[in-house]
């Protein structure tokens, strides 16, 4: 075979293989590719062979993790806030025109601790403003708020507050401010009652705060800074949370929200998805870190509190009529006495007083129950009337007595 018929032979032979290739892989590769998009396209375009392969409003994608590892498949389905949106514009006009803004304004006297070359104390005095929210609870101008908004006096070796001077109500959409009164207020409850002389005006409309759910949306309206009425909202956080006032005088059983809080919010709203009244914006944790954590009294533990505040322009209170120290496991033991109430004062003509309580008794059980602080005995008392009788155990000079005390009237301050 010369040069030019072994070129003949290799190349039929490349001629062979390409062919074959062609005809054996290419082919059927294009063949099944093209099959197959013809497939889809029909299957996508039939709707309900469309929404088995991708349910209808699923939208998916693929993520990757630590560079491209562990592909998984990740749900983003869209979430419409219409209907949050909504819920949040029917609550707002349906509480807006039953919220106020209260503006105070009362004298304030400073005093130096250094006294002049003529032996007087330097004094000085100024005026002072504060501002907050209230309620409209009926067509006639009664508005409730809290006790603090109203309360301005307190004093001290360098200060003298006045109670204030003057009160101003702005009503939602109305440049008049109005005069109001104090009908009565309640510091242990942090409530107060104010009234204008104005009608026609729309009450707020109460929930049952017994209700109240976790998790549910709340809105907080008030007069956040003197701004004027504005809203913010967020959820329920928690029920029946237990706080202190920020003088740890004064405790709260409360609503907690993470909808903002923010001073001038105090007496103002916090309301549900119906712009109903589920409490009264009272207090805010405000401290380096804390953020979204507010507290409102639960509407249904106001109710009477109000009513008592307008009949009697005070609260009537079961009173017993004794300044006492809690006494623990440890404290008892170092003294060597029982653990329990330690008696410090008996107020005179107390119902302690005249049921024969004395300074250095240890109450230690009430009505059955086992007591060692004040608020376990306050809580006890707090479920009866005046004129009912608690059956006190006391421990007095190592020897047990039991004592029938008749409980007298506490008026509020």
Known sequence: MNENEFKNVINNQ??????????????????????????????????????????KGNNTTYSSQNNSQNLGLVNTSMVSLTNYSDTAIFAANKILPSIVGISITYNVTTSSPFYSMFGQNQQSMSQGSGSGSGIIISEDGYIVTNNHVVDSSSSSVYYDISEATSIKVSLYGDDTQYDAKIVGKDSQTDLAVLKIEKTGLTAAEFADSDSVKVGEFA???????????????????????????????????????????????????????????????????????????????????????????????????????????????????????????????????????????????????????????????????????????????????????????????????
């Open 219 to 413: 809105m907080a309206v008030g007069n956040p800074l003197d701004l004027g009425t504005s809203i913010t909202c967020g959820i329920v956080s928690a029920v029946n949370r237990k706080v202190q006032d920020n003088e740890g005088k004064s405790n709260y059983t409360c609503i907690q929200t993470d909808a903002a809080i923010n001073a001038g919010n105090s007496g103002g709203a916090l309301v549900n998805s119906q712009g109903q009244v589920i409490g009264i914006n009272t207090l805010k944790v405000s401290s380096t870190g804390v953020e979204g954590i507010g507290f409102a009294i639960p509407i249904n533990s106001t109710t009477d509190i109000i009513n008592q505040l307008i009949t009697y322009k005070a609260v009537k209170r079961p009173y017993i009529g004794i300044s006492a120290r809690d006494l623990n496991d440890t404290t008892a033991q170092k003294y060597n006495l029982r653990k329990g109430i330690y008696i410090l004062s008996i107020d005179e003509y107390s119902a302690a007083e005249k049921a024969g309580l004395k300074i250095g008794d240890v109450i230690f059980e009430v009505d059955g129950k086992e007591v060692s602080t004040m608020n376990e005995l306050n809580d006890i008392k707090n479920t009866h009337s005046i004129g009912d009788t608690l059956k006190l155990k006391i421990n007095r000079d190592g020897q047990e007595k039991e004592i029938t005390l008749t409980l007298g009237e506490q008026h509020s301050n």
């Open 14 to 55: 490349k001629s062979y293989h390409t062919n074959s290739f062609a005809k054996n892989i290419i082919v059927p590769f294009l063949s099944g590719v093209l099959g197959c998009s013809l497939v889809l396209g029909v299957c996508f375009g039939v709707p309900s062979i469309k929404e088995k392969i991708i349910p």
